[in-house]
C-alpha cells in the first residue's frame, strides 16, 4: 500500500504586539460589532492590521472580546495569501498566557474574488477573565499576534500508512485503580478503604513520595482531615488528570474547595490551578467568602483577585456575601482580608 501527503512549509513568519491602553473607556465607548484597529504591520511582503473588538464582535459574543487578523485587499486580489496565526494575550514580562492563547487549526487561503480577508476568533477572551487577571495593569493589556505564510504545498510520497490513535494511557491507569490489580498501599478515608499504588503517587506528589514510598512505611494509612469523596476524587486525578463531573453548581464549587485544599497539601500545582479555574467560573454569593478564605490561606492570589472583582462589580453581590455566615469566618480566621476589601472599594467607588 501506498499513500501521499501534502506537506506545507513556512515561507515567512512575523508577529505583531497591539497594546490596548485605557480599556474601561474602549469598552464604554465601541459598540458591540465595533472594532478599533492597529496601525499596519508587514510579514511576507503583505500588509496586515488587527481589529480589537472590546465588546464582541457580535451579539452572541458580547462577553467576550473578539479579534480578527486582517490583510489589505490589495493584496490579497493578487495572489492567494495562506496564513496560520496565533493571538495572545501577554502577561506582565511580555510572554504569551497559554490559558488566553487561539491557534487557527489551519491554513486560511484568502484568494480572490470575494474572499473574506480576516480571519476571526470570536471567542478570544472573557471580558471577566481579562478583568479579573493580572494581566490587565493600569486599565491596558497587550495582544500578540504570530502569523506563518505557508509556501506552496509539496508532495510526500509515503510507503505505507498507519492510523494511529489517540493517547489513552489515562484509561489504562484508571482501570489500574478501578481493579486495585498490583496496589500495595491501602488509605483508610471517612471509614472507606481505597487501594492505590506507592510509584504513582510518589511519581505524581512529592509529599506522597515522602510519606509512603518508604520501603519501611506501612502498607495502610489513615487519612483524617479529608472526606472519603475527595479522597476519591484525588487519586482520580492522580491517575488521570480528570477532574470530577459533579452537579449541582453547589456540589460542584464544594469538591473544588476540598481539591484545591488536597493539592496545596500534596504539592500538586496542576490540580490546584485547576480547582482555582473551576471556582471562578462558579463564584456565588453564597460562597464566594468561604471560597476567598481558601484563596487566602493556600496562597491563590488570582482567585483571590476574582473574587474580589466580583465583590466590587455590584452592590447586591457584596451585600449578599457579607450577609453570609461564610463571611464571618472569614473575618475572624482572615482579619486582614476585610482591609484588602475595603481598599478595593474604595479604589473602584
Known amino acids: 500500500m501506498s499513500t501521499s501527503t501534502i506537506v506545507p512549509r513556512a515561507k515567512a513568519t512575523g508577529h505583531h504586539i497591539l497594546r490596548i491602553r485605557g480599556y474601561s473607556h474602549s469598552k464604554a465607548v465601541v459598540a458591540t460589532g465595533q472594532h478599533v484597529v492597529s496601525c499596519g504591520f508587514h510579514v511576507g511582503g503583505r500588509t496586515w492590521r488587527i481589529n480589537c473588538y472590546p465588546n464582541g464582535s457580535t451579539m452572541e459574543h458580547a462577553d467576550w472580546i473578539s479579534v480578527a487578523l486582517i490583510v489589505e485587499p490589495e493584496a490579497a486580489a493578487a495572489t492567494a495569501v495562506n496564513p ?3 493571538f495572545s ?19 486560511r487561503g484568502f484568494t480572490p474574488p470575494g474572499c473574506n480577508y480576516g480571519w476571526a476568533f470570536h471567542r478570544f477572551v472573557r471580558r471577566f477573565d481579562l ?17 506563518k505564510l505557508m509556501r506552496a504545498p509539496s508532495l510526500r510520497l509515503e510507503e505505507s500508512f498507519l492510523d494511529v490513535p489517540e493517547p489513552d494511557l489515562h484509561t489504562h491507569l484508571a482501570r489500574l485503580l478501578d481493579t486495585s490489580e498490583g496496589a500495595d498501599v491501602e488509605f483508610k478515608v471517612g471509614g472507606e478503604t ?5 510509584c504513582i503517587l510518589a511519581a505524581r506528589s512529592p509529599v506522597f513520595k515522602a510519606d509512603i514510598s518508604s520501603s519501611t512505611a506501612g502498607a495502610s494509612v489513615k487519612i483524617d482531615d479529608m472526606d472519603a469523596p475527595a479522597f476519591q476524587a484525588l487519586l482520580r486525578f492522580i491517575y488521570t488528570e480528570a477532574l470530577p463531573e459533579t452537579t449541582p453548581q453547589d456540589e460542584v464549587t464544594t469538591m473544588a474547595q476540598h481539591l484545591l ?9 496542576r490540580l490546584k490551578l485547576a480547582c482555582e479555574d473551576k471556582l471562578c467560573r462558579h463564584l456565588d454569593t453564597s460562597t464566594a467568602a468561604t471560597t476567598l478564605a481558601l484563596a487566602e490561606q493556600h496562597h491563590c492570589p488570582r482567585l483571590k483577585e476574582a473574587i474580589f472583582a466580583f465583590l466590587c462589580s455590584s452592590t447586591a453581590n457584596l451585600r449578599a456575601v457579607v450577609a453570609t455566615d461564610g463571611y464571618e469566618h472569614l473575618t475572624s480566621s482572615c482579619p486582614s482580608i476585610t482591609k484588602e476589601l475595603v481598599a478595593k472599594l474604595a479604589a473602584v467607588l
Open 194 to 198: 481505597f487501594a492505590a499504588h506507592r
Open 84 to 86: 496560520w496565526c496565533s
Open 261 to 269: 485544599v488536597a493539592a496545596d497539601r500534596y504539592c500538586m500545582e
Open 131 to 147: 478583568e479579573s487577571s493580572a494581566h490587565l495593569v493600569n486599565d491596558g493589556f497587550a495582544i500578540r499576534c504570530d502569523i
Open 89 to 107: 494575550i501577554l502577561d506582565v514580562d511580555g510572554k504569551p498566557v497559554p490559558a488566553h492563547t487561539s491557534t487557527s487549526y489551519g491554513i
